[in-house]
């Protein structure tokens, strides 16, 4: 099953750090595309423009005639596109709007709502909520009012930190960069959220009719989706106070909510309308197979659990398109091209550019042949994308905590996408400054310290193998170059102390310890320094991810000021069985050093055989339309898991109908996997 806030595996470690935090391994390198048609676009540009003058038009020919693509580091861009840092250092973004005036609000998953403002982070939240954030929950959705420049209204979407704890849409009125104190009004409470933590969905978008749009996840069990009485796995339609719109396709129903606009949906993590037309796209996140894209329609059924992307059965509308597990895991942010002042060439205009978390891939696709290609790839899991009234696009990269802006540009001179950040390291230890770049390669690089060249030092990253108390202070900056030009970068300090880094270690739980669902964890720690003796608490933050296949969600998220803690493994949710917990354990001194330990929990695990009597008939295991037995499954102890028999079933021309199951119970039902191995046998009779 592949869920969105997912990050790609870190190796173990055990060591200390002078790192700011535990650094992340990249997404792998993806094979670059062509780029001479966007050579092309770049030269058609130019030529359009009558007041070119002749020394660009050279310039523009020669990068025709060599293809380059425009790239950074680890990303790809296609030629004529330049990709900045708007803003970094956010802690565990998961969506982001544009104001009216420009600036961008972002969503911590704990629950601040950040503001960046002329480029700047600002210190001060607009808000900060009380949200559970265990898993994939938190404050997942922000949107501005149409008037929001008359009303100054706010929408948010979070997870409410009850038992048993729900999701919530919500307003605020802005008071400039802030929430005006007691404005807060609860527009919809969602239904009541299982121990699973994943699926929630939290997209929020005005559609052309002044209506609030809503995405929300099947919180990890597919007949939600199709259950017309809760909520959860649709698209929900609602005034902007929350009242239900007289034309909602289920307002006539003495069973459904009001609310539901589209169901059978698994977790549409994002959605998109074109310019201020009703056309919509709606991203849903697959399990085993399919990433899709559904076109949204009022009262659609797009199928979830009994399908999964394309489908010919004419109860379920099918994706307007799908990839496959192989190209990518999670579909994420989604934005159509269709801003008042493009900046992109004509031929995007009216596209739909949509990432995938696990791929690190932005593509764009064409709404009138349904065919999509790489715009650019290596993006650091990218959850959100959104079109500026500059004509920009905009991405929230989670794995980086950064705002990324791409726009397109006839000066191809390199531009700074990452500045050298200044550093803190004990004498001795090993320190590296690091830039990435976009504009057309190659690139030449050459750093500086204090203003004089550095021989040798030619590479985007700098290092100094060992450190002395000398380069305390040191200043150093870089200059990289490509055919069309050269850019400086800013200044990163260096801090070299005679300290010592601290040491730390995790006490529980023990190193072996295996887990089964519903196991309360408890995790504890310790930790000295040379020159500060034994931490405080407040030295101490944990975090613990779930890792899943080949990438990772979160599942507590950084949390500081204890030696201790615990957490509850869910019992409902992913059913895969390679899986495991990684528990992170970083201290910091007194002066910033910091060490970091992790420990892996590996699952409990056992084979459940499904049979039938006779054989050759088929069961569903956790939604969909079923398998034929037998067939073994190997799960992890303790997860519930639904199993049905489907009835009446037709085997070589004779009907059956189902009986019994071999543990007595109903024909569709749930069990908690054992630990030991088990077989269940469904017994059917002839009609």
């Given amino acids: 099953m592949k869920d969105l806030l997912s990050q ?58 060599f293809g380059l693509s425009f790239s950074v580091s680890g990303a790809t861009l296609p ?89 919530r849409v919500v307003r605020f009125t802005a008071n400039g960069d802030v929430v005006l104190p007691g404005s807060r009004v609860i527009l919809l409470e969602l239904d009541p959220l299982s121990t699973a933590t994943n699926h929630n969905g939290g997209a929020l978008h005005f559609g052309p009719d002044g209506n609030l749009y809503i995405a929300v996840g099947d919180n990890a069990k597919g007949s939600n989706s199709q259950n017309l009485s809760n909520l959860l796995g649709k698209i929900l339609r609602i005034a902007p106070d929350g009242t239900i719109p007289p034309d909602n396709p289920f307002v006539q129903s003495t069973t459904a909510r009001h609310e ?12 998109a309308f074109r310019g201020t037309t009703n056309f919509m796209y709606i991203n849903d996140v697959g ?18 659990p009994a399908t999964e992307g394309p489908t010919t059965n004419p109860a379920y509308q099918s994706p307007i398109y799908y990839y496959g597990h192989s190209e990518g895991c999670a579909i994420t942010g989604g934005a159509f091209y269709s801003p008042s002042t493009p900046n992109f060439p004509s031929s995007y205009v009216g596209k739909y550019l949509f990432g995938d978390y696990c791929a690190g891939f932005i593509r764009i696709l064409n709404p009138s042949t349904t065919q999509a290609t790489n715009f650019i790839t290596g993006a650091s899991q990218p959850v959100d994308i959104q079109v500026g009234a500059d004509g920009s696009l905009y991405y929230l990269a989670r794995g980086a905590g950064s705002v990324m802006k791409i726009r397109y540009t006839t000066i191809p001179s390199p531009v700074i996408t990452t500045q050298p ?15 990435t770049a976009s504009g057309p390669s190659p690139y030449s690089y050459q750093w500086m310290r204090n203003g004089v060249n550095i021989s040798g030092a030619n590479a985007r990253t700098y290092r100094i193998a060992s450190t002395t108390l000398s380069d305390n202070g040191a200043r150093f ?56 003796g034994t931490l405080p608490a407040s030295a101490f933050t944990w975090r613990v991810d779930f890792h899943h296949d080949s990438h990772v969600h979160p599942f507590i998220p950084p949390t500081t000021g204890s030696k ?11 059913v895969s069985s390679n899986v495991y917990y990684y528990i992170t354990l970083k201290v910091i001194d007194s002066v910033g050093l910091t060490s970091t330990t992790v420990r892996n929990i590996l699952p409990r695990k056992a084979n459940m055989t499904f049979a039938t009597q006779p054989a050759g008939l088929k069961i569903s295991l956790d939604g969909g339309s079923g398998r034929i037995t037998p067939f073994t499954v190997t799960g992890v102890v303790g997860i519930i898991r639904s199993i049905a028999a489907p009835t009446p079933q037709t085997l070589n021309g004779t009907s059956y109908n189902f009986q019994s199951w071999s543990d007595g119970r109903a024909r569709s039902h749930e069990i908690s996997t054992p630990a030991v191995n088990t077989t269940y046998t469904a017994n059917f009779a002839t009609q």
């Avoid at 708007?86 to 601040?112: K, L």
């Avoid at 950040?421 to 830039?435: A, C, E, R």
């Avoid at 201790?564 to 992913?574: H, L, S």
């Fill in 8 to 65: 790609p595996r870190r190796p173990q470690i055990n060591s200390p750090s002078q790192l700011d935090a535990c650094g992340r391994p990249g997404l792998p390198d993806v094979i670059r595309c062509a780029r001479r048609k966007h050579a092309r676009a770049i030269i058609s540009s130019f030529l359009r423009n009558s007041g070119m003058h002749q020394a660009r038009l050279f310039i523009a020919m020669i990068f025709l005639f």
């Fill in 79 to 167: 030629s004529g596109f330049v990709e900045t840092t708007v803003a970094s250092g956010i802690a565990s973004p998961t969506a982001m709007a544009i104001a009216p005036n420009g600036r961008i609000f972002v969503c911590s998953q704990t629950g601040a709502l950040r503001v960046i403002k002329n480029g700047v982070l600002l210190a001060t939240p607009f808000v900060t909520l009380s949200v559970d954030s265990v898993g994939e929950r938190g404050l997942l959705g922000v949107a501005f009012d149409p008037h929001f420049t008359l009303n100054h209204y706010i929408y948010l979407y979070y997870t409410v930190p009850r038992t048993p704890a729900h999701n």
């Fill in 260 to 271: 539901i606009w589209a169901l059978g949906l698994r977790n549409p993590f994002t959605f």
């Fill in 287 to 304: 399990e085993s197979t399919w990433e899709e894209i559904d076109l949204g329609q009022a009262g659609a059924n797009y199928g979830w």
């Fill in 421 to 435: 950040t200044s550093k803190l390291v004990s004498v001795g230890y090993p320190v590296t400054f690091s830039v």
């Fill in 477 to 532: 900056r870089v200059r990289v170059s490509n055919a069309f030009g050269n850019t400086l970068s800013n200044v990163a300090t260096l801090s070299v102390t005679s300290d010592k880094p601290p040491t730390s270690q995790i006490l529980t739980p023990a190193v072996g310890t295996t887990y089964f669902g519903g196991m309360v964890v408890n995790y504890s720690g310790s930790a000295s320094d040379k020159e500060d």
């Fill in 564 to 574: 201790t803690g615990t957490f509850t493994i869910p019992n409902r949710g992913e």
